[in-house]
């Protein structure tokens, strides 16, 4: 390699200048093609399969889209051959009749050493007739089995390409190509199940992420680049971490980083590494780590504004070429990653909307309340920064009916827990209003609603279960009681009881 070629001869001019150097690039996809064609022959007698075109198409897209961190032609070649034998391993599975015959001999067996213990030696030759008729059969059996596994040829296709580089990646086989399609197309149904009250910022980042999967922008780009802006508690971290288990399949394909940690310009080193010599140069970086760990994964900023401007300048590289090099030379590939970048920029302006533009529900306010926002974004943020984001989207307010359907998600989540414990929670209405009255703070957004439902529901229910004043398997009803929750259960035999909290 260049870096051998580099550390072993080029430092000796004298071993150097007896050395032609020949550089070798990789294929491009054609040219992969065409070599993996040349070689099929060699791993088809190899594997006794039959590979298709298709799969060796495959091989080298799909190797070429998802394994970033090896070269054309090695990493197709490399799937291929992976394909053969996971091919070939399944056609030599033993079929389901052997398994019946053992467990018949070894029945016989048993009963025959039962009839030689009673001294029935009648009953015992026939068993051992019995036994030796059935080795006989699964001998002729596994013969057969045995002559055409070596005959039959198995088939490589694309499914089984596709298997492969589902293993080696991590994203799971109907996230890759037409299940990809579906789920994109149904991605603004999924994400507003969620994020309540965010149709815009739903919808304009499921149009971005269609387009890239379509093949209408940049490949060598990230997926998708965006900043979200808005007051607290509206969704902006929690869009982040729809978006992963929506997206990759798993909440845990979030990469956060919280810029309230690269404030100062040393801290920037920690993002990709120490440089030589410095502590932590052997760790890496926290951020290039992860993502060579995880090529496929929503990486968030949180408050980009408060990050230095050092990584400001390193966010460029990311947002326009898709990659970023680390502190000893390898350059980690961001194509396969959604970038997301949080700021409260705006977030006063859009509290004080009432005051400038009445109720923030109404479309052209939020337009003209968008464009305001923008231009306090550009204000904190370089030109060339915001022009290397897909969009810029800023987050409404929650309404009253926002908040109610926030509590009414968690209070499903309160219900979840409690079915472990086979216990049923129901709330009337007045329960429902009494959480709504004290979760309810339109600055703050969703989380006091969220320390509504743990303070004066979930508290004084955990205390009530922890007295064994509420039983498993009996429905418990919540009403209000003054100021504070009453549960009501309900026993089949004795009739309701009530208990105060």
């Known amino acids: 390699t260049l870096n051998e070629y580099r550390k072993y001869i080029e430092k000796d001019a004298a071993l150097e200048r007896r050395f032609q150097s020949v550089k070798v690039e990789p294929p491009s996809l054609e040219d992969a093609i065409a070599i993996l064609k040349g070689l099929r022959g060699k791993y088809e007698d190899h594997h006794k399969a039959n590979i298709t075109d298709p799969a060796i198409e495959a091989s080298v897209k799909l190797s070429d889209r998802y394994i970033t961190d090896r070269f054309l032609p090695d990493k197709a070649i490399d799937v291929m051959d992976e394909a053969g034998s996971r091919a070939r391993i399944g056609a030599m599975t033993r079929p389901p009749e052997v398994k019946d015959l053992e467990a018949e001999i070894e029945n016989l067996r048993t009963q025959k050493e039962k009839a030689i213990k009673e001294q029935d030696f009648e009953g015992a030759a026939a068993m051992r007739d019995r036994e030796k008729q059935a080795k ?17 040829r198995v088939t490589v296709d694309e499914d089984d390409i596709l298997q492969v580089v589902s293993k080696w990646t991590g994203i ?22 969620t994020i309540i009250g965010q149709r815009e910022a739903v919808g304009a980042i499921s149009k971005a992420l269609r387009r890239s999967r379509a093949d209408l922008k940049d490949p060598k780009r990230p997926i998708g680049t965006f900043a979200l802006l808005g007051p607290t508690g509206v969704g902006k971290t929690l869009l982040a971490k729809t978006l992963a288990e929506t997206m990759f399949g798993d909440s845990k394909s979030l990469i956060q980083l919280d810029m309230s940690e690269y404030m100062e310009k040393f801290t920037v080193s920690r993002l990709i590494g120490s440089p030589p ?52 030379g390898r350059v980690v590939n961001f194509r396969n990653t959604i970038v997301l970048l949080t700021s409260n920029v705006g977030a006063e302006m859009i509290k004080k909307s009432a005051l400038g533009f009445g109720p923030i529900n109404d479309e052209v306010t939020y337009e003209k309340m968008r464009d305001r926002i923008m231009e306090e974004a550009k204000k904190a943020f370089r030109p060339e920064f915001l022009n290397r984001l897909d969009d810029v ?92 929750l009453k549960f009501i259960q309900n026993e089949p035999a004795a009739g309701p009881e009530a208990v105060s909290n």
Not at 136 to 152: I, Q
């Open 277 to 328: 010599g410095y502590v932590g140069y052997e760790e890496g970086g926290q951020l290039t780590e992860q993502v060579r760990r995880k090529p496929y994964s929503v990486i968030l900023f949180d408050e980009i504004e408060k990050a230095h401007p050092d990584v400001m300048n390193m966010l460029l590289q990311i947002l326009e070429e898709g990659k970023l090099t680390d502190n000893v």
């Open 136 to 152: 006989e059969k699964l001998e002729s059996v596994l013969d057969a089995w045995k002559s055409d596994r070596e005959e039959k």
């Open 172 to 193: 799971p086989l109907q996230r890759m190509e037409q299940g990809e399609a579906q789920r994109l197309l149904r991605m603004e149904e999924e994400l507003t199940r």
């Open 393 to 484: 989207i800023v987050f409404r307010s929650l309404t009253k009916p926002d908040l109610i359907e926030i509590l009414e998600l968690e209070i499903k989540k309160v219900e979840l827990r409690l079915k472990a414990r086979k216990i049923q929670l129901s709330l009337d209405d007045k329960a429902k209003d009494f959480l709504v009255e004290k979760g309810y703070d339109p600055d703050y957004g969703a989380r006091p609603m969220r320390r509504a439902v743990e303070k004066h529901l979930e508290d004084p229910l955990a205390e009530e279960i922890l007295r064994d004043h509420l039983h498993d398997n009996d429905p418990i009803q919540v009403t209000v009681d003054g100021d504070k």
